[in-house]
């Protein structure tokens, strides 16, 4: 039997420096539907199959970005074909991350709470 070495935090590496690269060849996208796009979280199967894309929209429509992004994902992949260093470079997949409008939610969800506790407390 063959002993695999392992090397820890591969996964995690590879994926960061996907994002890296990703973030990088967007800038050379001229798809007017992409807009300020931000580059969150890359995931990545164990096999290096695939690999989810997490990104958010500062300047633009999320939708549209989003399928921009997947019709240009073959680009990108060839891309990082040529940038990365492994054996099988991730089919890409993206998708509109949602947290920072749920953590601006959220903050002004607390902050009502805390004005209408402020306004309990003072009667």
Known sequence: MRNKRVIPNRTFRVSDQIQRDVAELIRDLKDPRIGMVTINSVD????????????????????????????????????????????TVPTLHFHFDRTTERAAELSALITQANARRALDSDQ
């Open 44 to 87: 990545i199967t164990p096999d290096y199959a695939h690999a989810k894309v997490y990104f958010s929209v500062l300047i633009g429509d999320a939708a549209d970005s989003e399928l921009a992004l997947n019709e240009a994902a073959g680009f990108l992949r060839n891309g990082l074909f040529k940038r990365l260093q492994i054996h």
